[in-house]
């Protein structure tokens, strides 16, 4: 004979959750309560795990500063000082260190290539540093030794001259002359003088005999070069002599670089 089960089968599915509306059937509203107790709860660890994380960070953080913070004030040296004055040549810096308390200080002048230091007492402290490199910057500084090594007290940024800058060279030497009136009736003169800033402009010569007869000549473009002044062919200066001068302009003014007698 065949039998039949007529038993429901179990259904293969997983139970599903049920929410809070099906939980409260017919108005039990405490298992309701009870699933949203338990979602708040579960959102609530779930907060706490992420932010645990940054809390440590920032107790480690705080740790550390004041590590650092109790580390620099152990290695604070002991003293007082300030740097009252500085002044500087293109060669040395000369300071005014005022000590009011501490022992061991030194004043220390450096930078990238050099290192010069003194000795400071309690009071007034002057002094100069030398032998120094022109247009050079350095840092004078009042140094103290704490507990972990030299220690900064003052410090200022100095920078020395540069080398002064030479005037142009500006002179007038003498003239070296000679007639050769016999042959092309001319006096031949040339200048010897240093003007690198072009201070001199618009020279001349002058050629005036016993009788006050002129014979000049301009020689602006070339100041440097051998100049000529007619004696006989057109001037006609008679004599054996003449007073020979030479003129140029300076600032705006009209000065007398050379005089001399010479023959003509």
């Not at 350095?138 to 920078?159: K, M, P």
């Given at each position: 004979?065949i ?9 293969a599915?997983a139970?599903?959750?049920?929410a ?8 039990d509203?405490r298992s ?6 338990a979602?708040e709860?579960?959102?609530r ?8 994380l940054?809390?440590?960070l920032?107790a480690?953080?705080?740790v ?11 290695n604070?040296?002991?003293g007082e000082?300030a740097i009252g004055?500085a002044?500087?040549t ?15 200080l030194?004043?220390?002048?450096y930078?990238?290539?050099t ?19 022109p247009?050079?910057?350095y840092?004078l500084?009042?140094l103290?030794?704490?507990?972990f090594?030299?220690?900064e007290?003052?410090?200022r940024?100095v920078r020395?001259?540069a080398l002064?800058?030479?005037p142009?060279?500006?002179g ?6 000679e007639?050769t009136?016999?042959?092309?009736g ?5 200048l010897?003088?240093e ?7 618009a ?5 005036t ?19 000529t002044?007619?004696?006989t062919?057109y ?6 002599t ?5 003129w ?6 009209t000065?007398?670089l ?7």
């Amino acid at each position: 004979m065949i039998e039949y089960n007529n038993e429901p089968r179990e259904s293969a599915e997983a139970p599903r959750e049920r929410a809070p509306e099906e939980m409260s059937g017919g108005g039990d509203n405490r298992s309701a309560r009870e699933y949203v107790e338990a979602q708040e709860s579960a959102g609530r660890a779930v907060k706490r795990k992420h932010t645990g994380l940054p809390t440590g960070l920032a107790a480690v953080f705080a740790v550390t500063v004041a590590a650092v913070a109790v580390t620099s004030a152990a290695n604070a040296p002991k003293g007082e000082a300030a740097i009252g004055s500085a002044s500087v040549t293109d060669t040395t810096v000369s300071y005014l260190v005022e000590v009011t308390e501490g022992e061991d200080l030194r004043v220390v002048l450096y930078n990238d290539f050099t290192r010069r230091e003194a000795p400071l007492l309690p009071g007034s402290n002057e002094g100069v540093f030398s032998d120094l490199q022109p247009a050079m910057q350095y840092t004078l500084a009042v140094l103290g030794e704490g507990a972990f090594g030299e220690t900064e007290l003052a410090a200022r940024a100095v920078r020395t001259d540069a080398l002064p800058t030479a005037p142009p060279a500006l002179g007038f030497y003498g003239v070296w002359s000679e007639c050769t009136c016999a042959i092309d009736g001319c006096f031949h003169f040339k200048l010897d003088f240093e003007d690198e800033g072009g201070v001199w402009t618009a020279f001349s010569a002058t050629l005036t005999d016993a009788y006050g007869t002129v014979s000049a000549c301009d020689f602006s473009e070339d100041a440097h070069a051998e100049q000529t002044i007619d004696v006989t062919r057109y001037a006609s200066l008679l004599g054996k002599t003449a007073e020979f001068v030479v003129w140029c302009t300076e600032q705006g003014q009209t000065v007398e670089l050379y005089r001399a007698t010479v023959k003509i």
